[in-house]
């Protein structure tokens, strides 16, 4: 049976495959709002965290493989099938065929997009700070279609849907999930 993989062990894995740090702190808020949204739900914040850390492994080496690789490199490792599922449904109708089921799955699915549109929406802030990034401020930006041009708002208001969540109560929990670690992901701000 797969060893359940520390958080230690998911970071020094993610430091392997990944030397950009954008692509580092972009894994560290997908981590901590993966931990929040574990709490609200009573589920595992470590387990949740850890598949948050890794979600995107394979993204800075191999974007062309996005998923696939990463299904492959955790498969090599002995990884537990759930966490390896977990990461690869991120990517449903984008880069991979996997469905997102479970809530945990469900949660990475919306969050992993949102969490780079709070992410410019705060640097645009004259603060620079997620600490008073606010619901109203993402939602406006939502609607600027040139603003994160990159960012997948329909991928975000299917998974809220998905969730059985507002689009309003995603982005609070997920912008608390973000304020946890606004020093290590660079959004304390000025």
Not at 166 to 190: P, R, S
């Amino acid at each position: 049976m797969p060893a359940v993989p520390t958080r230690e062990e998911a970071y020094a894995l993610l430091c392997e495959y990944n030397k950009n740090d954008s692509l580092i702190k972009h894994a560290l808020a997908v981590e901590a709002v993966m931990r929040h949204f574990a709490q609200l739900f009573g589920e595992d914040p470590e387990k949740w965290g850890v598949i948050g850390l890794i979600h995107d492994l394979d993204f800075e080496m191999y974007p062309e493989e996005h998923c696939h690789k990463t299904k492959e490199i955790l498969t090599e490792r002995n990884w537990p099938e759930d966490y390896i599922r977990a990461v690869v449904s991120h990517g449903w109708k984008i880069c991979s065929d996997v469905e997102p089921v479970e809530q945990m799955e469900k949660v990475l699915y919306t969050i992993d997009e949102l969490t780079g549109l709070i992410t410019a929406t705060a640097l645009m802030r004259p603060s620079k700070s997620i600490m008073d990034t606010t619901v109203k401020s993402v939602k406006k930006k939502w609607k600027q279609k040139k603003f994160a041009a990159g960012v997948n708002r329909e991928v975000i208001a299917e998974g809220a849907e998905m969730l059985g969540m507002e689009l309003d109560e995603v982005i609070a929990e997920t912008i608390a999930g973000m304020q946890k670690v606004a020093d290590q992901i660079g959004l304390q701000g000025n």
